[in-house]
């Protein structure tokens, strides 16, 4: 039990890091939540800010994922591991520092518990557990941010994607290194993203939603997409 404390409380640490915040402030030295969406996020830091902090911020984001459920859920102390009956610990060890670093950048302890709306961070939760899965997702994603133009859309149908390809792939597949642990945890954290997203739910019903203009280098509303 003390080592799955640790775990949850470092991943929800590391989670809360405002990489968005963070690198606009340090880069050019604006808060990005005044500005664009408010949103504390890498899609408002590309829109705010320009490409190049965007990417560090993503960078940011996606590594706070990695470094939970890849290194965090790695740690053991006391007794160690708690045996479960049905779910591989040690995947659900990661699959509960995902987690907390997901609510970690959601709601940061750092800056008010005011965050992003986790998709960046929950790539590299599922990228360190099951990467060919969310290559699957990661692709989807793509699809539809090209072919719609919404960032919130593709983001959307990505959360959806993973826990449907796991579950796929488990259970019509019979992939047995798949443990039930990663589908029943996805769809959890697929419902909290899709949460996340209800405002952009609302403009996309409206019409009311942004779309990207066009795909090229963005500049940003406060630099010339240069450090």
């Known amino acids: 039990m003390l080592s799955l404390i640790v775990i949850v409380v470092l991943s929800y640490l590391a989670g809360s890091i405002p990489g968005s915040v963070w690198v606009g402030k340090l880069i050019s030295g604006v808060d990005v939540r005044e500005h664009g969406s408010g949103n504390a996020g890498a ?6 800010l320009g490409w190049k902090a965007g990417v560090l ?3 940011v984001d996606v590594g706070k994922g990695l470094l939970a459920a ?3 859920a790695s740690l053991r102390l006391g007794q160690g591991v708690i045996e479960l009956p ?7 060890y990661q699959m509960v520092a995902g987690a907390a670093a997901i609510l970690g950048h959601m709601y940061p302890v750092y800056i008010g518990f005011k965050g992003g709306k986790g998709m960046n961070t929950s790539a590299g939760v599922l990228f360190a557990i099951t990467p060919y899965s969310m290559w699957i997702t990661l692709a989807m994603f793509v699809i539809v941010l090209f072919s719609t133009r919404y960032v919130s859309l593709a983001s959307m149908i990505a959360a959806i994607t993973f826990p449907t390809t796991v579950g796929i792939r488990k259970y019509v597949f019979n992939i047995e290194r798949l443990d039930a642990s990663i589908f029943v945890m996805s769809l959890l954290i697929a419902a909290g993203l899709i949460y996340a997203h209800r405002s952009n739910i609302k403009r996309l019903l409206s019409g009311e939603e942004n779309r990207i203009r066009n795909f090229r280098l963005a500049k940003g509303m406060h630099g010339r997409g240069e450090l």
Request: aromatic share 22%; charged share 10%; glycine share 6%.
């Open 43 to 48: 899609t408002n830091t590309f829109r705010v």
């Open 57 to 59: 911020a993503t960078i």
């Open 70 to 72: 890849g290194v965090i």
């Open 86 to 92: 049905f779910w591989n610990p040690d995947v659900f």
